[in-house]
């Protein structure tokens, strides 16, 4: 589904990412870990498509289709998700109808028409239901006041209700107690299919005690420097970075 | 004949149309203004109050001061302007004259009419004694300019313990008879004990002709009353306002004002609460969007004299293109004002290079016991804000009209009509130009 080839890109100027190639196929779960500054966020913006960041070789390719030239949000369109490190506030505008305006644009884009109100509501109820979310935090303004972990809550319940073909979730276990973790987690496996995807960005091989990988691959200094089975992390939790120098 | 000269030599033959006497008080008070407006002129950029917004290029136009109405307006040519889905208390006017039969005043109650018909009647004379000119601040010019001719506008009298069942609505159209017009509305607000009113103005162009208004409101808020006094400004490119509204508020009572300026050429608010008496809350808040060459100048004033009362201010800006906002914010708290809370924040975002924003907050603190705020900041959209909403599907143009929306959001949230508030959020969702998804 998702082919990183050769990838190289900058930002201000200073190469992070230095010819990464990556495969994942539907159905399958990759996790990519790393120290910091090896470049799992930048890798993880650039397939969302931050402008910020220059590609300078290589290609990222979504189902045959070359992502290049595509805006955010059309790879949100064609079924990209990430899922925010450090979500964003935006007070002022709800969960319910932040989550509106995203469903709805990607109906639109994909030719379809919006969402007759009676339906949305139905979905918004059903999801918030699967991540165990209060109906009350739906009509807060977006991530304002939320607690660390609600706001990672709502992280999966967005992807929850876009329900994206690759979803990639940036350090989604950084500041969450276990119990939030394994909400979060429970959410995630209850979303993955056989025609979705998931890439998982993750410094602490905790999370991927409850959302098992099926490849894990080591980022190291803006390259991929070695891949292998769940069983990779475990030795990288054992023997730290170094080992890999 | 430059424009200060034309209104001096005009204003004789202003009262003697008027047929007015010359021994009442209200001839003596016009007198004193025209002699002070002569002293003083128009403010210049060389005057700190008006160093960021020039009068020169407003002032060389041609202005009729006494425009005649040939043109018949009838409700369809006003409907679009008026707030159609309440019931509330019409004051129109037409070029500076008021129209009885678009209008709907009362005197059930309380006096909901106008301005003339109080100057004329001795039913009104002991209000407009007590009340006309004592608060507008006569060091200015414009003021004094606008009392000078002071003739019609809204009078609005309220005894005590009376709830104003529904809002009142003072319009002044201009319906471009003449090519350039100088209108000067004089509202005068008096509020009786324990009483409560709500008052939604503003001011509209029909034609494509130049209009220039200069208004002058004054508020009286008694023991315990409140009063929520919402302003839209959303004039044509031809218009240019100066709206000088002047509160004196007695103890224990709230006064909001909520200005909402999204049109006009040039539009320059003074905006001073007075307090005299304890518990008192002043509220002000205000947003201004603005594109291409507008401008809006916000000075604001808030003296605290007495101890214990509070003021809160929150105006927020967003300019696009080469619009330029203005913001001065003045808080006086006198030596005697012990235990004042007065906050002020004043946020803007500047969309695109060539817009700017002048913001000078300014604190005078006598009192030793209070606490006293100030917050400014000038941004632009985050960023990161807009990416965030990218990746989820939402295009940059929403994203950021999503922003920005949300940013005004909670000065609209402070409408207390809800109707209101619907029409103020679609004026700022189609002044940010795009479709809000989502209901308002």
């Not at chain 1, 805006?71 to 998700?81: S, T, Y």
Request: aromatic share 8%.
């Amino acid at each position: 589904m998702l082919e990183v080839k050769n990838l190289h890109a900058n930002i201000n100027g200073k190469e992070i990412l230095k010819g990464i190639n990556l495969e994942i196929k539907a159905g399958e779960v990759h996790a990519i870990m790393g120290p910091n500054g090896s470049g799992k966020s930048t890798l993880a913006s650039i397939i969302a498509g931050k402008e910020e960041f220059e590609v300078t070789e290589g290609s990222v390719v979504l189902n045959g289709e070359d992502l290049a030239d595509f805006a955010p949000e059309k790879r949100a369109h064609k079924g990209v998700f990430l899922s925010f490190q450090y979500p964003i506030e935006i007070p002022g505008v709800t969960v319910t109808n932040f989550i509106k305006t995203a469903i709805n644009e990607k109906r639109k884009a994909n030719g379809l028409e919006e969402l007759p109100a009676k339906e949305m509501l139905h979905l918004i109820r059903e999801k918030a239901d699967l991540l165990e979310i209060d109906r009350k935090f739906l009509s807060r303004s977006l991530n304002e006041g939320f607690s660390g972990g609600e706001k990672k809550r709502n992280e999966i319940f967005q992807m929850a209700m876009l329900e994206p073909q690759l979803a990639i979730l940036d350090e989604t276990d950084s500041g969450l107690d276990i119990d939030a973790l394994k909400v979060v987690a429970t959410g995630v496996n209850k979303l993955k299919n056989e025609k979705n995807a998931v890439l998982l960005i993750t410094h602490y091989q905790r999370l991927l005690d409850y959302i098992i990988p099926d490849f894990v691959h080591v980022l190291y200094n803006g390259k991929i420097v070695k891949s292998g089975g769940k069983e990779l992390a475990y030795e990288l939790e054992e023997k730290g970075y170094d080992w890999l120098k | 004949m430059e424009l200060k000269e034309k209104l001096v030599s005009s204003f004789l033959a202003f009262e003697n149309k008027g047929n007015i006497d010359l021994d009442s008080p209200v001839h003596a008070i016009r007198l004193k203004a025209i002699q002070n407006f002569e002293k003083e002129g128009f403010p210049t950029k060389k005057d700190e109050e008006w160093k960021y917004t020039s009068l020169k290029p407003i002032l060389k136009e041609d202005f009729i001061l006494f425009p005649n109405t040939e043109k018949s307006v009838g409700y369809k040519n006003i409907k679009d302007y008026l707030i159609n889905d309440i019931d509330s208390y019409t004051l129109i006017f037409i070029d500076g004259e008021f129209n009885s039969f678009l209008s709907e005043t009362t005197h059930d109650e309380c006096d909901i009419c106008v301005l003339s018909s109080a100057l004329a009647r001795p039913k009104y004379k002991m209000v407009i004694d007590n009340y006309l000119n004592t608060i507008a601040n006569k060091k200015n010019s414009l003021s004094e300019l606008n009392t000078a001719f002071v003739k019609e506008g809204a009078f609005i009298n309220i005894p005590k313990n009376t709830i104003v069942p529904k809002p009142i609505q003072i319009i002044n159209f201009s319906t471009g008879s003449e090519k350039e017009v100088l209108l000067q509305p004089r509202n005068l607000i008096v509020v009786g004990e324990n009483s409560y009113v709500q008052v939604i103005e503003r001011h509209q162009n029909l034609s494509k002709n130049t209009t220039l208004t200069n208004s002058v409101t004054e508020i009286f808020v008694n023991k315990r009353a409140i009063v929520d006094y919402y302003k839209i400004q959303n004039d044509t490119d031809e218009s240019s306002l100066i709206d000088s509204t002047f509160i004196s508020q007695k103890q224990q009572s709230v006064a909001s004002v909520n200005t909402f300026s999204f049109g006009g050429k040039m539009t320059r608010n003074n905006l001073e609460f007075y307090h005299e008496g304890e518990h008192i809350t002043s509220n002000l808040n205000g947003i201004t969007i603005l594109n291409n060459k507008q401008h809006v100048d916000n000075h604001t004033l808030v003296d605290h004299k007495s101890p214990n009362c509070e003021s809160h201010e929150s105006y927020k800006g967003i300019y696009a293109d080469k619009s330029v906002g203005v913001f001065n914010g003045k808080v006086i708290v006198r030596q005697a004002a012990q235990k004042t809370n007065a906050f002020q924040q004043n946020n803007s975002i500047l969309i695109d290079d060539g817009a700017a924003i002048n913001s000078k907050p300014q604190l005078e603190i006598f009192a030793d016991d209070v606490k006293c705020s100030h917050g400014c900041t000038i941004g632009q959209l985050d960023e990161s804000a807009l990416f965030y909403m990218q990746s989820r599907g939402i295009p940059k143009q929403e994203a950021k009209a999503l922003l920005l929306y949300a940013f005004g959001n909670d000065v609209v949230e402070k409408i207390k009509i809800p109707q209101l508030k619907t029409l103020i959020s679609k004026l700022i969702a189609k002044k940010l130009n795009v479709q809000l998804g989502f209901d308002l």
